[in-house]
């Protein structure tokens, strides 16, 4: 079963706009990871945040958590047209050492 | 990119033949997965291994089988094909098991059973 579902399902934006989406997930964590994929391609890894940890940066990508709440948000800074792709959150819960994926958020960045 | 490579990239086939998709890997990763993506589903796994002739069942294997003998190749199998099993297959690997490492995945196999 998905434990972790992104909000909203779509976003569409304009070029050099931030990118915002969310991921809810039902039972503790002890990772929480975020994915990218673009249209025919496998995911590609953009971060992994651990339960302990609240934030986390990458180059454009912004990721928090907040386990109280179960949830995490990808802040994607000064959006390119290269940034359209779908964004997929994925869990491990405690005891369970196997990556549940979300259905993902679609992002189109307008030029 | 990591080195993984999936065969065939497509497939059409008809329902009840047998579909052995392929997945191959230069990293020399320990564990390797099977997922298939389906439309609102995001990815479920069918079968992991954690190593050589050592695997798992996952979310959602009826229907699936799998196959390590070499440490670089996990195979996957469909014994009878059914319409529902249409479906986009990716392979990934990762250096160890659970979520504190990355998972890298392979281009995907696009499986279509008439």
């Known amino acids: 079963s998905q434990q972790g579902e992104e909000d909203p399902q779509a976003l569409s934006i304009q070029e050099g706009e931030n990118a915002t989406m969310n991921c809810s997930y039902k039972?503790?964590?002890?990772?929480l990871q975020w994915y990218r994929q673009n249209s025919g391609r496998g995911l590609v890894h953009l971060i992994l945040i651990r339960s302990n940890e609240r934030e986390k940066h990458s180059g454009r990508l912004r990721v928090t958590l907040d386990t109280s709440k179960k949830s995490s948000s990808l802040l994607i800074t000064a959006s390119r047209a290269a940034d359209t792709a779908s964004y997929f959150c994925a869990t491990d819960s405690l005891g369970d050492y196997k990556l549940s994926f979300g259905a993902g958020t679609t992002v189109t960045v307008r030029a | 990119d990591a080195g993984i490579t999936q065969s065939p990239r497509h497939k059409v086939t008809e329902t009840g033949t047998p579909v052995t998709l392929r997945c191959h890997q230069t990293?020399?990763?320990?564990?390797m997965y099977w997922y298939r993506q389906d439309p609102g589903h995001g990815l479920r796994l069918i079968h992991y291994s954690y190593g050589v002739k050592d695997t798992d069942k996952g979310e959602v294997s009826d229907g699936y089988s799998v196959s390590r003998s070499k440490t670089e190749d996990f195979l996957l199998t469909l014994e009878s094909a059914t319409s529902s099993q249409t479906s986009v297959y990716f392979c990934?690997?990762?250096?160890?098991?659970?979520?504190?490492?990355?998972?890298?995945f392979g281009d995907g196999t696009r499986l279509s059973i008439l």
């Open positions: 990293e020399n990763h320990r564990y």
């Open positions: 990934a690997i990762s250096e160890a098991r659970g979520g504190n490492q990355p998972q890298h």
């Open positions: 039972t503790s964590i002890n990772n």
